[in-house]
């Protein structure tokens, strides 16, 4: 999932997301490149910096924000499973 959807999800800033993502990968000793996509804005063409997160590092991070934003999430997750 991506730290995109994940803002939408929880109702927060996506550059909030983004810097939360980057200090648990820190906290995790993961190295946060590994993560790191670009997604091009549909109305001007530009791209910024995003993370893809895997299921296990999503539920982490949102597992620090509110109950309704995990179980949002863990939706999220059943619903992008049954597709595939």
């Not at 949102?62 to 999430?73: F, L, T």
């Amino acid at each position: 999932m991506s730290s995109r959807e994940i803002a939408e999800f929880t109702g927060k800033q996506h550059s909030h997301v983004f810097r939360d993502v980057r200090k648990m990968l820190e906290e995790l000793d993961e190295e946060h490149q590994e993560y790191i996509q670009l997604w091009t804005h549909p109305q001007n063409n530009q791209s910024y910096e995003e993370y893809r997160l895997p299921k296990d590092l999503t539920i982490t991070l949102v597992s620090g924000y509110s109950v309704k934003m995990r179980h949002s999430i863990t939706k999220k997750w059943m619903e992008l499973e049954t597709q595939q």
